[in-house]
């Protein structure tokens, strides 16, 4: 078992970190961990956000970034929150999907218009009720960030259409609606934990996988996938999370500082996504990636059926999608 797998009890009151001593000041140090590389535009926003957090408080409130899944996978992390042991995590939304149902909304291929039609639904009010959906589980929701739109990279083979999948064993996050999408269009999908998909990647436990821009060069995986097809076929958000046990020993005015430097941080990401993505997307060409600009329809056509399944089988996740339909920037 790797070291960070295991967190003792006697660590988890220093990981909430919730006193430490600066001078005669208490100082409330938060520990949030994530599984991004530290270069990563989520990473640099989060970064902010202890600035900002640090400025608001008058340095009476500190956070500590544990980037690059050293504290354990978002699901690990995920089960940390709830049981008080972390203080903060920053998730993809897919990966709360089996924790807080409402995020599962996220995941439905091709539910967004377009970026604007995106954050309008983010920023409204269903975007607002997923994030507090889950706080009698002790996940409460803070932000969005801006995670763009996922597409599927492969080892070796070319992929422009559905049926160039067929066959191919494409690592997914453990999320019922990836596995669901990825089925849909041929492949066999297996949950694998980001930080050890390179590796899975290398060894050829997987032939693929999918991700935006910034985290398939970020996470050095061009480097093993060597055909990435610009299909777009999710657009799940990355989200900042508080655990409940923290948040409830937060005074109202720690709370607020802590809800308003998180907006701001959110602020800040998305001003660097675009030129993160862009420049991603040269890098891993520079490096020999063939980008492929594929017609999405044919893999919009392939799962189109998805929404109606899940609106039948799911109600409550139906009517939050019919509420993001009629969404309108
Ligand atoms: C995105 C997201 C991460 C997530 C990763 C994944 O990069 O930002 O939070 O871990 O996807 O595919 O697991």
């Not at 956070?63 to 995590?89: A, N």
Request: charge should be neutral; charged fraction near 20%; proline fraction near 5%.
């Amino acid at each position: 078992m790797p070291p960070h797998r295991f967190i003792p009890l006697a660590a988890a009151a220093l990981i909430l970190g919730l006193a430490g001593c600066a001078g005669q000041r208490s100082v409330t140090v938060i520990k949030l961990a994530h599984t991004l590389d530290q270069s990563h535009p989520v990473h640099v926003a989060m970064a902010y956000f202890g600035e900002r957090l640090a400025a608001k408080s008058g340095g009476t409130m500190r956070v500590e970034l544990y980037s690059g899944g050293q504290l354990g996978s978002e699901r690990e992390c995920i089960e940390l929150l709830q049981l008080g042991g972390l203080g903060m995590t920053k998730i993809s939304s897919s990966a709360l999907e089996g924790f807080a149902p409402e995020y599962r909304v996220f995941g439905l291929p091709y539910l967004f218009r377009d970026e604007a039609h995106r954050w309008a639904v983010l920023n409204g009010s269903v975007g607002r009720e997923v994030l507090l959906s889950a706080e009698s589980r002790f996940l409460r929701g803070l932000c969005y960030y801006d995670a763009g739109t996922r597409s599927f990279y492969t080892v070796n083979r070319r992929v422009e259409k559905p049926e160039d999948l067929a066959g191919l064993k494409i690592r997914i996050q453990e999320s019922q609606l990836a596995l669901k999408m990825v089925r849909a269009l041929g492949a066999a999908a297996t949950p694998i934990a980001f930080a050890e998909l390179y590796t899975a990647l290398q060894q050829g436990v997987v032939d693929g996988a999918e991700n935006n821009p910034p985290s398939f060069h970020l996470s050095r995986h061009y480097e093993l996938c060597k055909y990435y097809v610009l299909d777009e076929h999710t657009a799940v958000p990355d989200v900042l999370l508080i655990s409940a046990h923290l948040w409830r020993t937060l005074t109202p005015q720690q709370q607020a500082w802590v809800q308003a430097a998180a907006d701001e941080s959110s602020v800040r990401q998305r001003e660097l996504w675009t030129d993160a993505t862009a420049a991603s997307l040269a890098a891993v060409k520079k490096a020999g990636v063939e980008v492929i600009i594929p017609d999405k329809n044919l893999f919009r056509a392939r799962v189109a059926s998805m929404q109606a399944e899940v609106a039948r089988d799911q109600p409550r996740i139906g009517a939050l999608a019919q509420r993001v339909r009629e969404t309108t920037p």
